[in-house]
């Protein structure tokens, strides 16, 4: 692949993810509309069909990331494989800032996604089975 083909790809790719945390946003929204409306005062099978709709759809979504982290992977063994580049860009994922203690911004990025959709995930899972409402 050329360097532009990368960057072209790389773009791309930066995008879908954008796409991927925009509809899971777009869904844990949905859900908590659902929840405060109806979901709240449903009977425990109906709360669970709804939450298991939820978790489906957020394990596609999660899914869908690691394949784009796989193709972003790729993207990335292929800039390394240039001998030169126009843009005198080193590494796309590699830039390391002292700050960050040793991790590259792409992991921490990485990380900060996880530990926040699943944070977002166990308070859902808590609202929808755990915790008592007040009466209206």
Known sequence: MSEAEILVA???LTGLVISVVSVS??????YIVGLWLFIRQAPIALRTIAFLLLSCGLAFMGVLALGLHVLFLGTDRAWNNLEKTETNIQVFFGERPDYLLGLSVYEV???LG???FGAIY???AYVTFLYRWPQD
């Open 10 to 12: 790389w773009g791309g």
């Open 25 to 30: 946003f777009g869904m844990i929204s949905a």
């Open 109 to 111: 990025g990485a990380a």
């Open 114 to 116: 996880v530990v926040a």
């Open 122 to 124: 166990l308070a859902l």
